[in-house]
């Protein structure tokens, strides 16, 4: 059963840094792509960032590029996201989804999704 578990969430304030991770269970990813989503209240699920598991090529919102960073440890089954620079705008329920194939930025095209992991930035 694969699982996908998100941590590391927290409130922070604007122009703070913060680091989500997220284990992922139960399979081999090697031929999948895992990215991060995030939703606010009465808003769509946005594409956040995204990592090809076994090339390593990662993709970013343009709200995001620059400020964040995807990552992953294949070893570990684990990947991140470091986020610099927050701002309010950034606050959300941020989760991960993995799915096989090449990444996308449509939530309802990944495969596997963890339960998500609130990040709040405010002063």
């Known amino acids: 059963q694969v699982q996908l578990v998100e941590s590391g969430g927290g409130l922070v304030q604007p122009g703070a840094s913060l680091s989500l991770v997220c284990i992922a269970s139960g399979r081999t990813f090697s031929s999948y792509a895992m990215g991060w989503f995030r939703q606010t209240p009465g808003k769509e699920r946005e594409f956040v960032a995204a990592i090809n598991w076994s090339s390593g090529a990662k993709y970013y919102a343009d709200s995001v590029a620059g400020r964040f960073t995807i990552s992953r440890d294949n070893a570990k089954n684990t990947m991140y996201l470091q986020m610099n620079s927050l701002q309010s705008e950034d606050t959300a329920v941020y989760y991960c989804?993995?799915?096989?194939?090449?990444?996308?930025?449509?939530?309802?095209?990944?495969?596997?999704g963890g339960q998500g992991t609130q990040v709040t930035v405010s002063s």
């Open positions: 989804a993995a799915r096989k194939g090449p990444y996308s930025r449509d939530w309802p095209t990944y495969e596997y």
